[in-house]
């Protein structure tokens, strides 16, 4: 059957000479499909490809997107085929790649005929049976090509070993409209105008590609649809949209969708975040159908990622290495994290069981016993589990460290949700692509969050924590609030409990170097954290912890013992006085303090404010922790002065892997002594392991991980290892690859932080690999450095920063001076003389500069970590003439 509006019929044909990024050699025509193909060159070249890629385009590219696999698919294959020599056994890296026109599009036929998308799934299996293709075959597929390649997957399980998908959808919910740029695409008076009378369509996909594409590659796609005979394709498939249910093409969509579901292979999805079309919502269901794929948001990508982004690469080193890993033994003696809090239930409501209390303003002093905690979070995980939450949706939690935090965090636990935890100090934006990357089904939030959430567009239904009055609740889109929830929970059974392999929680970097990124953590690895602790620092049911750092306001129940959040803002370890770890203290007769560097510098400036009732409450303290960021002993000192029967500890970690080493105060002052350059931050706790990648003249991390003699006092890349180590990064696949680059067997995390090993086996720390600087001598690290210039007495802090050319980088120090210092400058700008020349005596290197701040650029959360970075590229504008103003 013909359709006028399907437009003249034309055959294929091959690829005309000189596009750019593509041969001819590659282009191929079978009766009327024209498609790439490289199975011939590797024939040439005696390799025996072991499987095909077989790549569908969507609308309105063509195979053309697909070309940057052929080339480097064919390259690596020759490249490996050279290397083995007379060895073909040793190209185990080859692989075919087939990319084919569908019918209608690019250089394949015009047939005259209107396709739908059973059709388009039937086309391509005739095409696949008359090339004859035999398995294993991976697909992948783009945008509505997507859709159509995994219908081949479904229909052909006995040939299939993978799928790969960028950008696409395979459901779209009737609740939800489709996107707003394919609702304008289907408006009457603008579908044949947009779609095959113009190029308007196909110009504004295009445009879509970030930062723009080359001209002759924007030809390049164009060149197959001149006219508006040739675009006709690209009507029917905007036409083809399954936009509501009754559409004609929706049961065939349902039929991949749910089928989708049983594809019991490796998968892949690569994905540009800034789709105006498939966006993170259509990410997040293909990831509930494929739950085993690997996945890797380019947070700068869009559309047309393939444009943006290199991802031949990545899909052949997944092709390399995509078979499934075993499922893992449950750990020896796992407890699930919730069993501390369920050993305790039965205790009564004295003062001397309470589990949590809140000092803070809003919680006015709340005290919950362990009876009340065990009772409320069975209530929540009942009645989250009664309005739909399932094992494995995502909660997002936007409600500040207290009773309900506590109750939210192990409820979801107890039932399977993955909780979501994105630290307020992200700001706006940050907490924006936090949500947007992780994307919650549920969203559980304060007024001001959810008040964000809806300026913003956060995804997730949403739970108020806070009771509203029906205007508001309106206003703020809220389904459910967390009192009904709970009420609704009450006395009905809980599902069964998640395993330990089962995801627990996505914790969110602090984004104080780089982009906020995603921890997953599983249960096993929750688990293994807690009795890290509890085994390290000896806590027990009596201990009692004062949790200053929001980090660990969470851990008092996993640990069995009571836990107190002093009155403060735990979003600003600033505002946290000496009175108020006092009071806290007392109200719990704790004996273990957590708090953070920011917050202990607070905590020692308001020290005058003690009453001989707080020091004598401080005075029962037995051990308290500094974790966040390296501090310095004299600090240290000063907070033990107020709590002196406690022993001080300085924990190493970051969100990747909260405990890592431990050192005390009496061994910073030992290693003291040392001629180590950076901070001493001990030794391994527990069954952690810590390893060095040396670093080469580049200041990259090249060298063999180890820990033995050939690498005591050799600057790399810290290596990490523990039971307690994340699972991976949520949705970053590529960067789990590159923290585990060249790592030995085992579960290994590459830092980014770079430091050196001593003889006793004490890890020092001296910066940031991307802080690094490349001089003319070597690699220089700069914490070695800002300690010798810290040393002088007019000065706060400092960083040292290189400034010009990789390789021949000279030292700057930019130092913030003490508060009060005569003569201590307000502006920044160029080092007063006297300043200057202190700093360059103390220096430990040549200074080709020495600049001022009045304050140092830290990170939010801990408000410690100095941004080097942003400093570098101040300084460097300062000393080439700019305009000086802050950093």
């Known amino acids: 059957m013909t359709d006028r509006s399907a437009g003249a019929r034309r055959p294929a044909s091959t690829l005309p000479p000189d596009l750019p990024g593509v041969e001819q050699r590659f282009s191929h025509v079978r009766g009327d499909w024209h498609y790439l193909d490289n199975g011939a060159e590797l024939s040439a070249h005696g390799i025996v490809p072991v499987g095909t890629v077989l790549a569908v385009h969507g609308n309105p590219t063509w195979s053309y997107l697909w070309r940057d696999l052929v080339t480097a698919a064919t390259d690596r294959a020759v490249e490996a085929a050279a290397a083995a020599g007379e060895h073909p056994d040793g190209v185990g890296d080859a692989w075919r790649v087939v990319a084919v026109d569908q019918l209608e599009m690019g250089l394949s036929a015009r047939t005259g005929r209107r396709r739908t998308l059973a059709d388009r799934v039937a086309d391509l299996s005739a095409f696949t049976d008359g090339l004859g293709l035999a398995g294993p075959v991976v697909t992948l597929g783009h945008d509505w090509g997507g859709v159509v390649s995994l219908g081949w997957a479904v229909d052909h399980p006995d040939l299939l070993a993978g799928v790969a998908l960028l950008n696409t959808a395979v459901h779209q919910p009737d609740d939800v409209p489709i996107p707003a740029p394919l609702r304008l695409a289907l408006a009457r008076g603008v579908h044949r105008l947009g779609t095959s009378m ?3 369509f196909l110009d504004t996909t295009l445009a879509l590609a970030r930062p723009g594409l080359p001209r ?3 030809d390049a796609y164009r060149m197959p649809y001149r006219t508006a005979a040739d675009r006709a394709g690209i009507e029917q498939f905007v036409a083809d949209i399954p936009a509501d249910a009754d ?3 929706r049961p065939e969509l349902d039929r991949i969708a749910e089928g989708v579901r049983g594809l019991d292979v490796p998968a892949l999805l690569l994905w540009g975040p800034k789709d105006p079309v498939f966006s993170d919502r259509y990410l997040d269901d293909l990831l509930h159908r494929l739950p085993q794929a690997r996945v890797h948001r380019f947070e700068d990508a869009g559309h047309l990622v393939a444009e943006d982004v290199d991802y031949a690469g990545p899909v052949l080193d997944w092709l ?5 890993e075993p499922s893992a033994a449950p750990p020896e003696g796992f407890r699930p994290i919730w069993a501390g809090l369920d050993e305790r239930a039965a205790d009564a409501a004295s003062r001397t069981e309470q589990a949590v209390l809140d000092l803070t303003a809003t919680g006015a002093g709340r005290v919950v016993s362990w009876q009340a905690l065990d009772r409320q979070v069975r209530r929540i995980a009942a009645g989250l589990h009664g309005i739909g939450v399932r094992r494995g949706d995502r909660v997002s939690l936007l409600v500040s460290p207290g009773p309900t935090l506590t109750a939210l965090v192990y409820a979801c636990l ?10 307020a100090g992200l700001g706006l934006r940050g907490l924006t692509r936090a949500q947007r990357g992780a994307w919650p089904q549920y969203l559980v939030g304060q007024t001001r969050a959810l008040a964000a959430a809806r300026a913003a567009g956060w995804p997730g239904v949403r739970i108020a924590a806070d009771p509203l009055d029906p205007v508001t609740r309106r206003a703020l889109g809220v389904d459910h609030e967390l009192i009904d929830v709970a009420r609704a929970g009450e006395g009905h059974a809980l599902p069964p409990e998640p395993g330990h392999e089962d995801d627990a929680a996505v914790l969110f970097t602090s984004g104080s170097t780089g982009p906020a990124k995603g921890v997953l953590y599983t249960h096993a690895r929750l688990a293994a954290l807690r009795d890290a602790l509890a085994e390290h620092f000896a806590v027990g049911p009596d201990t009692g912890l004062v949790t200053g750092f929001a980090p660990f306001a969470l851990l008092g129940p996993a640990l069995g013992t009571r836990s107190v959040t002093p009155d403060m803002d735990v979003s600003a370890p600033r505002t946290l006085t000496a009175r108020a770890v006092a009071d806290a203290v007392r109200a719990t007769d704790a004996r273990m303090v957590f708090l953070s560097p920011a917050a202990i510098l607070h905590v020692v400036d308001t020290a005058g404010a003690l009453t001989e009732d707080d020091r004598e409450a401080l005075g029962r303290v037995e051990t308290f922790l500094s974790t966040g960021a390296p501090i310095s002993a004299d600090m240290l000192a000063s907070a033990q002065s107020l709590m002196p029967a406690a022993e001080p500890h300085t924990p190493y970690g970051m969100t990747e892997c909260l405990l890592v080493t431990d050192i005390t105060l009496d061994g910073i002052r030992d290693a003291a002594s040392a001629p180590d350059d950076g901070v001493c931050v001990g030794r391994p706790v527990g069954a952690g392991q810590v390893l060095i990648s040396p670093l080469d003249d580049d200041g990259a ?4 991980p180890a820990s033995g003699p050939e690498v005591v006092g050799v600057l790399g890349e810290v290596l990490v290892s523990a039971p307690h180590l994340k699972e991976r990064y949520d949705r970053r696949w590529l960067t789990d690859v590159a923290a585990e680059r060249d790592t030995p067997a085992g579960h290994w995390h590459r830092t980014g932080d770079v430091g050196h090993l001593d ?14 600087l490349t001089t003319v001598d070597g690699p220089l690290a700069p914490v070695g450095p800002e300690q010798a210039v810290e040393s002088v007495a007019a000065v706060r802090r400092a960083a040292v920063v290189g400034v010009g050319p990789a390789g021949v980088q000279q030292a700057v120090a930019v130092v913030e001076p003490l508060a009060g210092v005569e003569g201590a400058p307000r502006r920044p700008g160029l080092a007063p003389q006297e300043l200057d020349a202190a700093v360059r005596a103390a220096s430990s290197v040549p200074l080709a500069a020495v600049l001022v701040v009045p304050e140092l650029p830290t990170d939010v959360r801990h408000n ?8 570098a590229a101040w300084a460097s504008g300062v000393l080439a003439g700019g305009r000086v103003g802050a950093p």
Do not use: F, Q, Y
Request: no cysteine; glycine share 10%.
């Open 198 to 200: 113009t190029r308007a």
């Open 864 to 871: 410690s970590k100095i941004d080097r970075a942003r400093l």
């Open 247 to 249: 559409h004609a093409s």
């Open 414 to 423: 107890r039932i399977g949700a993955v909780v979501v935890v994105a630290d």
């Open 701 to 704: 991390a090249t060298g063999a």
């Open 216 to 218: 002759d590659v924007a």
């Open 759 to 772: 003889a006793e086996g004490r890890l020092w720390i001296e910066g940031r690999l991307a802080h690094v």
């Open 320 to 324: 390399g290495a995509a078979a499934p």
